[in-house]
């Protein structure tokens, strides 16, 4: 089993241009030879529009649904063959296709790593974009057109779903955000992470993976790479965020368990990284989260 990456150029879930360039960008300065991976499919986006869906006030909303069948086909093939999907994108709205795949094959988790909790609804959401709500999408919460896609809801159970690193929530409550903190999902923000060690994150991931092991088949694992602090090329930027080190603790405890069975990349702009250093610094994040596993030994 390998590592096959997938891309998935989409800005559906945006308005903003950009992140749909990061999965030839990072491609284009090694990511592939840094993690030993084989490129698979490119999976293409339907049009993009600025004018949100009528019906449901939501950037995309059709095209984002057809885009999750699509990158769903494409990751559940990959699963299928026993390789490990890493579905680089675009936006958020990406998460929708693994999640669709995930369920058409039965009970998975979902590590969530993000800087933002991604739980608008679509009448609290400021701009209509599924970016800021993906997470509420995939475990139920929103329109029909994109939380039941064939009859599906809900792609993830809330309590096999654990968050880590947002540091939004205060600013979403004022927007009118739902309060994830009131579901069953698990969620560790930023703060309290910060007063754990690196060896306490490793303990803290230990334990998840024990409670869910009994329940889940295996787990996803969404990074966002506005969780760290260090990455500067995002369309919403905030200030403070994950350290390197404290961020590669957390996924190498996850990478080297074999529970996770694959995972995506969103929000890096290629257009907020004219020197490159971002790139540079999520690449070696990637690589020192794969090292520990055989995946790209």
């Not at 600025?50 to 885009?67: K, M, R, W």
């Not at 994109?146 to 947002?166: C, H, K, M, W």
């Not at 090329?233 to 350290?243: F, I, K, N, S, T």
Request: aromatic letters at 8%; proline letters at 6%; charged letters at 20%.
């Amino acid at each position: 089993m390998g590592i096959v990456v997938i891309r998935a150029p989409s800005n559906l879930g945006l308005r903003a241009a950009g992140v749909e360039k990061a999965p030839q960008y990072l491609s284009y300065y090694g990511l592939e030879s840094r993690l030993k991976a084989q490129l698979g499919s490119i999976v293409q986006p339907p049009c993009h529009s600025l004018t949100p869906d009528p019906e449901t006030g939501v950037l995309n909303a059709p095209a984002i649904a057809q885009y999750a069948r699509q990158l769903a086909d494409e990751v559940g093939a990959e699963i299928d063959r026993g390789s490990f999907p890493l579905v680089v994108g675009g936006d958020c709205s990406i998460l929708l296709g693994p999640a669709l795949a995930l369920r058409r094959r039965g009970r998975y988790g979902l590590c969530f790593l993000d800087g933002h909790a991604d739980f608008y609804s679509p009448e609290s959401s400021p701009l209509g974009e599924v970016a800021d709500m993906d997470l509420a999408i995939v475990t139920g919460r929103g329109p029909d057109i994109l939380t039941n896609i064939e009859n599906q809801r809900s792609y993830f159970r809330d309590e096999d779903v654990a968050v880590f690193g947002p540091r939004d929530l205060v600013e979403a409550s004022k927007d009118g955000s739902p309060d994830i903190r009131a579901t069953g999902i698990t969620v560790y923000d930023n703060a309290f992470l910060e007063r754990k060690t690196e060896r306490g994150l490793e303990v803290l991931v230990r334990r998840m993976l024990h409670q869910w092991q009994e329940s889940v088949e295996k787990i996803w694992l969404h990074f966002d790479v506005d969780v760290a602090d260090t990455i500067f090329a995002v369309d919403y930027h905030q200030e403070g965020g994950m350290a390197p080190s404290r961020l590669v603790a957390i996924m190498q405890q996850l990478l080297q368990s074999t529970a996770v069975v694959g995972m995506d990349i969103t929000i890096f702009n290629p257009r907020l990284d004219p020197f490159q250093s971002c790139a540079r610094q999520l690449l070696a994040i990637l690589e020192r989260s794969f090292s520990v596993t055989a995946l790209s030994n």
